[in-house]
């Protein structure tokens, strides 16, 4: 490859550099402003995507490498013998099917598209010509090449569809308590009827079922916080629709999201994805503005297989001996000759562990195995909707994960759909393992003409935050879970305030801690009389308070620790909703719970209640995956817990959050804006590294230039792609 760089010596004007690419059909422009964001120009769509992969591998090379061999199974081969097991529960998740209906279920451009997206990738390692960037020194291991099929890797989808967890926890807790007192502690909705399967032992499923299948997942399924809404044009400044969409995930360097902005004939788009996958998952295009949050749609089930005695490559199943398939691949093993590692599979899919004791084996289920199931590709599809009808029609490809995807269009209509595949399940509720041998099948999905879903509301506005969605009088299940209720509580309770919102009220919305809960904490206080002292000082400090999770607050951290010690006395700790209404109902258990708080916020923090500051228990650092200190950034402190808007989740140590947030104005594009934490780029030596991470902690966006003039007007760096 060619490269000649120009620096432009006139005062005030961009970097730019001419880069000579084998595989390229037509020149491309890529115009990166000043906050690190890509706005690519192409001819033609190969092109298009040949420079988005590019300059995705230019900005993320180090992660791109990690998450290939995170999905594909390759750790081991530059990490060593410890990571077979992750390698080997990766290479289980692998899609096995009909390989022409998993490229046109994306989209029918998909190969087209993700194929020059991953020659853009390998034409950036080329280019290296075996010169290592920082992160690969540190690593000692050079990047490897990618292929199409890469991208097409079902872990990422699993971090956010744990059902088959929940099923052996609730198995336990089944086996422990018995049937009606495991289920109290679920806030479960609709009611199921839920029994034990015949045939299974509840009390043989442990966790072991599920520990290395949980080593794939990285981030918690509810607690992350996802909120979206969207208000017609009665409601705000401009009489156009407003939409905000902030995603919450782990938070982490380089960031998890991806902005870019996609020109080139059919594409204008801008907007969010995943640095490993072409194209964005939410943003806008020229007609339509698009987020989401998760459903949480029970998309997996846990089979309790039947081994034959005699021949444990056998199971029972509709009245027989079946095969097991077992498939022997070997892994490339860094410091030691390959390793032959062993997967076997079941009609119901991977076999996740195996008990031979008991003479049963622990199959796995999931959307995500079928075509279609790499999370977010069909966004390929509806990032080029033009119109209601078509990004319904487009959502329809949608499997994995579930998402709630909140809508907006230039003609001023909003909108909510539910997209992705929810099975249904005919003579069980999903809840708990069933057995394999052919009694509990699923019988198809759910179609998704209907799926719950809202046009242009009465109330003129549209919410989600992983609450129950549920329409009144819906006959179909999706879940039985959901996240709780009091961050669209607080949406919805801000939307319905008598104002024309403009784009700064959307972000300020971003950025509230106010917490329902506290103020249902405080209501109960007003009615309880504490022990003299301190007991009465905290008390005090609780209801004076406007209930708002600021970093600086001290009856942000009395409430957050009472909690945390009312939840472990009534063994609530999840259902926020349930210990609530049980101190609502009964409030005894208030004043030892609060002497074990205080206690220990004394012991950690002093005697000093006004050090008692809720920074000093809710904090963030951005750790680099080589476990780099010069490369991680923070701890700082950071406001809100998992039930207010801006929500933090996690623990103290708070590792979750909004990677991304938008607020898109459907009157003018570039009144639109934007964050991604902590910066564009993964390279340490970038000025965009950790240059968004002020911002964000202090609840600053940054515009989302669109236009090409407004995009000239905040451009810093030009790259010319040429043939």
């Known amino acids: 490859m060619l490269r000649t760089m120009l620096l432009l010596l006139v005062a005030g004007a961009a970097y730019a550099e001419t880069v000579r690419l084998p595989g390229l059909k037509q020149p491309v422009e890529i115009l990166r402003d000043r906050w690190g964001v890509p706005h690519i120009y192409a001819k033609n769509t190969d092109d298009?995507?040949?420079?988005?992969?590019?300059?995705?591998?230019?900005?993320?090379?180090?992660?791109?490498?990690?998450?290939?061999?995170?999905?594909?199974?390759?750790?081991?081969?530059?990490?060593?013998?410890?990571?077979?097991?992750?390698?080997?529960?990766?290479?289980?998740?692998?899609?096995?099917?009909?390989?022409?209906?998993?490229?046109?279920?994306?989209?029918?451009?998909?190969?087209?598209?993700?194929?020059?997206?991953?020659?853009?990738?390998n034409a950036y390692i080329k280019s290296l010509n075996g010169v290592r960037t920082a992160e690969f020194r540190a690593a000692g291991y050079e990047p490897g090449l990618w292929t199409p099929e890469d991208c097409l890797a079902r872990i990422a989808a699993l971090a956010v569809s744990g059902n088959a967890i929940h099923e052996?926890?609730?198995?336990?807790?089944?086996?422990?308590?018995?049937?009606?007192?495991?289920?109290?502690?679920?806030?479960?909705?609709?009611?199921?009827?839920?029994?034990?399967?015949?045939?299974?032992?509840?009390?043989?499923?442990?966790?072991?079922?599920?520990?290395?299948?949980?080593?794939?997942?990285?981030?918690?399924?509810?607690?992350?916080?996802?909120?979206?809404?969207?208000?017609?044009?009665?409601?705000?400044?401009?009489?156009?629709?407003?939409?905000?969409?902030?995603?919450?995930?782990?938070?982490?360097?380089?960031?998890?999201?991806?902005?870019?902005?996609?020109?080139?004939?059919?594409?204008?788009?801008?907007?969010?994805?995943?640095?490993?996958?072409?194209?964005?998952?939410?943003?806008?295009?020229?007609?339509?503005?698009?987020?989401?949050?998760?459903?949480?749609?029970?998309?997996?089930?846990?089979?309790?297989?039947?081994?034959?005695?005699?021949?444990?490559?056998?199971?029972?199943?509709?009245?027989?001996?079946?095969?097991?398939?077992?498939?022997?691949?070997?892994?490339?093993?860094?410091?030691?000759?390959?390793?032959?590692?062993?997967?076997?599979?079941?009609?119901?899919?991977?076999?996740?562990?195996?008990?031979?004791?008991?003479?049963?084996?622990?199959?796995?289920?999931?959307?995500?195995?079928?075509?279609?199931?790499?999370?977010?590709?069909?966004?390929l599809s509806g990032a080029r909707a033009k119109n209601w009808g078509e990004f319904r029609s487009a959502l329809s490809r949608f499997r994995v994960p579930s998402e709630n995807m909140v809508y907006a269009d230039t003609a001023g209509n909003i909108g909510f759909v539910v997209a992705g595949a929810a099975p249904v399940r005919r003579n069980w509720t999903g809840l708990l393992p069933v057995p394999g041998g052919g009694e509990f099948e699923w019988s198809g999905y759910v179609p998704a003409a209907e799926m719950p879903a809202s046009h242009n509301p009465a109330k003129h506005f549209l919410a989600t935050a992983n609450n129950n969605i549920l329409p009144p009088g819906y006959n179909r299940v999706l879940t039985y879970e959901w996240g709780q209720p009091f961050r669209v509580q607080r949406v919805e309770e801000l939307l319905r305030e008598p104002k024309k919102f403009q784009v700064p009220d959307f972000e300020t919305m971003q950025q509230d801690v106010l917490s329902i809960p506290a103020r249902r904490f405080q209501a109960v206080l007003k009615k309880w009389k504490p022990a003299p002292g301190l007991q009465t000082m905290a008390v005090q400090r609780v209801l004076q308070w406007d209930a708002r999770l600021t970093t600086e607050s001290v009856p942000a951290l009395i409430f957050e620790i009472w909690l945390s010690k009312l939840a472990a006395a009534l063994q609530q700790p999840t259902n926020l909703e349930l210990l609530l209404q049980k101190i609502e109902g009964n409030p005894a258990p208030l004043g030892t719970t609060l002497d074990e708080a205080t206690s220990e916020m004394t012991r950690f923090l002093g005697s000093n209640m006004d050090t008692w500051q809720w920074a000093r228990a809710s904090q963030i650092q951005f750790r680099h995956p080589l476990n780099n200190r010069q490369w991680d950034r923070g701890p700082m402190a950071r406001p809100g817990d998992p039930n207010t808007i801006n929500a933090s989740a996690g623990g103290r140590a708070q590792p979750s959050g909004a990677s991304y947030r938008q607020v898109i104005d459907l009157a003018d594009w570039d009144r639109s804006t934007m964050t991604n934490v902590p910066g564009e780029s993964g390279d340490p030596t970038s000025p965009h590294y950790s240059d968004l991470l002020s911002d964000w902690a202090a609840g600053r966006h940054h515009p989302m230039p669109y236009t090409r003039k407004a995009v000239e007007a905040a451009t810093t760096e030009r790259i010319s792609l040429t043939p």
């Open 48 to 121: 298009l995507f040949f420079a988005n992969g590019y300059v995705n591998a230019r900005d993320r090379l180090f992660q791109l490498d990690i998450w290939r061999r995170i999905g594909t199974g390759k750790l081991a081969e530059v990490l060593g013998p410890q990571s077979i097991p992750r390698d080997r529960m990766a290479r289980l998740f692998r899609y096995r099917g009909d390989w022409n209906a998993e490229w046109q279920s994306y989209a029918p451009d998909t190969r087209q598209i993700v194929t020059a997206f991953t020659n853009g990738i």
């Open 168 to 379: 052996v926890a609730r198995a336990q807790q089944v086996a422990q308590k018995g049937l009606g007192a495991a289920l109290e502690t679920d806030r479960l909705f609709p009611k199921p009827n839920v029994t034990v399967p015949p045939g299974v032992n509840l009390a043989e499923i442990t966790y072991e079922v599920v520990r290395e299948f949980s080593s794939l997942m990285t981030a918690p399924v509810f607690g992350q916080g996802s909120n979206n809404w969207a208000v017609d044009g009665t409601r705000t400044a401009s009489g156009k629709p407003l939409l905000a969409s902030d995603p919450h995930r782990t938070l982490e360097v380089p960031s998890l999201r991806k902005t870019v902005h996609l020109v080139a004939p059919g594409w204008n788009v801008i907007g969010a994805g995943e640095p490993a996958l072409p194209g964005i998952s939410l943003g806008h295009n020229e007609q339509i503005a698009f987020g989401f949050t998760i459903t949480g749609t029970d998309q997996q089930d846990l089979y309790v297989e039947k081994l034959n005695p005699q021949n444990p490559d056998e199971y029972w199943y509709q009245g027989a001996w079946k095969k097991v398939e077992i498939e022997k691949p070997k892994l490339a093993v860094k410091g030691s000759s390959p390793r032959e590692v062993e997967l076997r599979f079941t009609v119901h899919g991977p076999i996740l562990y195996e008990d031979r004791a008991h003479q049963r084996a622990y199959a796995l289920r999931w959307v995500g195995l079928e075509p279609g199931g790499a999370g977010y590709l069909s966004m």
